[in-house]
């Protein structure tokens, strides 16, 4: 890392990276499972944080402006984001990461591009943002993508573990054989594997 710039973009990488490994070797089924007490499943955490970084991202991209306003009914609105956070049957955990990785690149893209000190509008009509505040830099907002990621991770490591016993070393140890660049190509095997 040479400058504030190059260290946000590898952090945020790493942290994207995670739910590659915490989903290496699952089913569709054992990454929609939800075997805690937690409704949370790995599928639902993939899908959550690809729609996390699509809405603060899409702040990013339109800063110093509101993005567009989505012109969809609320109830619609509402529904999406409550089904932002299950793996539906008719998902795959393939799909899911096939559209985490489009939008890892896109969050990176804009990491690199986008001026760090820009102003990001604070919705105001969003009861859990702080009211009076007006906004926040680009750079706030990664560094809070940054860790809703870390904080998920930590949530799918918990989940993972519940499944099948394994930890972040071994699966990290289990894709040692495997190239992965999740934001540019799915993995692949290794030539020299």
């Known amino acids: 890392m040479t400058d504030e710039r190059s260290a946000l973009r590898e952090y945020l990488a790493y942290h994207q990276s995670a ?3 915490v989903s290496y070797g699952l089913t569709d089924e054992q990454a929609r499972s939800a075997p805690t007490v937690s409704a949370l499943s790995i599928g ?3 899908k959550h ?10 702040r990013v991209a339109a800063a110093p402006h509101e993005p567009p306003r989505d012109p969809r009914p609320f109830e619609e609105i509402a529904k999406e984001f409550g089904d ?3 793996m539906r049957p008719d998902e795959t955990l393939t799909g899911l990461l096939d559209a985490f990785k489009a939008q890892n690149a896109e969050s990176l893209r804009l990491v690199e591009t986008a001026d760090l000190d820009a102003k990001v509008p604070v919705p105001q009509d969003i009861p859990w943002f702080p009211e009076g505040l007006e906004a926040w830099s680009v750079r706030w907002v990664i ?5 809703e ?3 998920h ?3 799918a490591d918990i989940i993972r573990e519940t499944i099948d016993g ?6 990290i140890a289990g894709l040692e054989n495997w190239e992965p660049r999740p934001w540019v190509t799915p993995w692949t095997k290794r030539a020299d594997a």
């Open 149 to 151: 990621l870390a904080r």
């Open 44 to 46: 639902g955490l993939v």
């Open 19 to 21: 739910y590659f490994a």
């Open 166 to 171: 394994a930890t972040m070393y071994e699966l």
């Open 153 to 155: 991770a930590g949530h």
């Open 143 to 147: 560094m809070h993508v940054i860790n």
């Open 49 to 58: 944080v690809t729609g996390m970084q699509r809405t603060w991202m899409a």
């Open 84 to 86: 932002q956070h299950v």
